[in-house]
């Protein structure tokens, strides 16, 4: 693999970033859901109110 | 299907996933929380530890460098998402980029897989790394020592595009270099496409080589080399990253230098990480905490320094400490971004209840 290289089609790696990518926009939508319906619980568990002052 | 029947390989093999030892997959989703504070707070430095932490446990250099690139493509796809909603990408500016960026990148790949054809990969690159870790490192703790401003300035970060003001060197630059084509980017600011390539190509070879993203070097040279307004510069950055990394990766998956087992975890982490050191900039002023990141580079450097002498002697003791060492300093900082959020947002409440009696 030491050289310059012009990347040419591989499935597995195709698959293997697209993975990564899948992964990421999912835990970007997953994560936006858990926080709004996390976050206040939590603010109120840790700072006894909802934090909306802030 | 060729293309059927390795996809059935790689989700029959659990992508890689189920290789790992439940022990690893924890250390890599504790690692990425910790790394996701980092970057979500101070906007910079996720990186510069995940392919240390690698090549101190032990990893293949390509293995190491290719899986923190592929880790950063994971965490810029994310923060573009949320930059895109901002409407802070500057779409040209990043496309223009990408070339100059690619073929950086392409270079330092080579380099890599180069080196350890002939067994000196992992030194060289932990030399780059005590070097970048203790540069980068020094400036931002002299920084804060002096009160002045290291990595994103999140005020500036919030500004209008029309309150912005081109710093100097940018100006001079476009002044004197008027190569065509010029270009005109967001901010009515006008450069040669040159100088933008050249940002590009010299960003892109640090981040094949070491695995990072590079947005260390490239918004501090986008902000003052071609004059971008601050939160352009934040997030074309991450929007070129998506492209140059997520090519980076693939040529470096394509020579088995890309483990899911370790980004997979990593990217769970650092994503859900990343949402609280962003929030936690709401509530924390990132100066009094900055001196602290400047040390967590500094002691990385030093970690790394002594991880290699470990491995030149062949003391695995050594290369605990250094590895240790390097996860230790990001917890701490982390851990205290956490507790001065919270120390602040309980002041605010108890202030806001007083107030209200």
């Known amino acids: ?54 | 299907m060729g293309v059927v029947s390795s996809a059935l390989d790689l989700i029959g093999s659990g992508f890689g996933i189920l290789d790992a030892t439940p022990e690893m997959l924890a250390l890599f989703v504790g690692f990425g929380l910790v790394v996701g504070v980092l970057f979500g707070f101070f906007g910079m430095g996720g990186s510069f530890l995940v392919t240390p932490a690698l090549l101190m446990l032990d990893y293949e250099p390509s293995v190491a460098v290719g899986s923190g690139m592929a880790f950063v493509f994971g965490t810029a796809v994310i923060a573009t998402l949320k930059h895109h909603d901002l409407g802070q990408v500057d779409y040209k500016l990043g496309a223009i980029m990408i070339t100059g960026t690619t073929i950086g990148i392409e270079v330092g790949r080579a380099s890599v897989y180069y080196l350890q054809s002939i067994g000196l990969a992992g030194a060289i690159i932990s030399v780059a790394y005590v070097v970048l870790l203790g540069g980068v490192g020094a400036m931002v703790t002299r920084d804060a020592l002096n009160g002045e401003d290291g990595g994103i300035d999140h005020e500036a970060a919030d500004k209008s595009l029309d309150e912005y003001e081109i710093p100097e060197t940018a100006k001079k630059i476009q002044r004197t270099v008027r190569i065509p084509p010029m270009v005109t980017l967001r901010g009515d600011v006008r450069v040669s496409a040159w100088v933008i390539t050249a940002v590009a190509f010299a960003t892109g070879l640090l981040s094949g080589f070491l695995g990072v993203g590079g947005g260390f070097i490239r918004m501090p040279a986008m902000i003052y080399a071609i004059g971008v307004p601050v939160p352009v510069a934040v997030g074309t950055d991450l929007f070129e990253i998506v492209f140059s990394g997520g090519l980076g990766s693939y040529l470096y998956g394509q020579g088995g230098g890309v483990d899911l087992g370790i980004v997979v975890p990593l990217l769970f982490g650092s994503a859900l990480g990343a949402r609280v050191g962003s929030a936690a900039t709401a509530v924390v002023d990132s100066d009094g905490i900055k001196v602290y990141f400047g040390g967590m580079l500094l002691v990385g450097a030093i970690a790394v320094g002594i991880g290699e002498v470990g491995s030149y002697i062949g003391s695995p003791t050594l290369e605990t400490v250094g590895l240790f060492l390097v996860i230790g300093a990001a917890v701490v900082v982390a851990a205290a971004i956490l507790y001065t959020s919270v120390v602040s947002l309980r002041t605010a409440q108890s202030r806001q209840t007083t107030t209200a009696d």
Do not use: K, N
Not at chain 1, 9 to 30: F, K, R, S
């Open chain 1, 1 to 54: 693999m030491s050289g310059l290289e012009i990347p040419t089609w591989d499935p597995e790696t195709a698959l293997l970033i697209g993975t990564i990518l899948v992964e990421a926009i999912v835990l970007y939508v997953g994560y936006a859901g858990l926080e709004r319906l996390v976050a206040p619980h939590l603010m109120r568990l840790l700072i006894g109110g909802d934090g909306s002052g802030q």
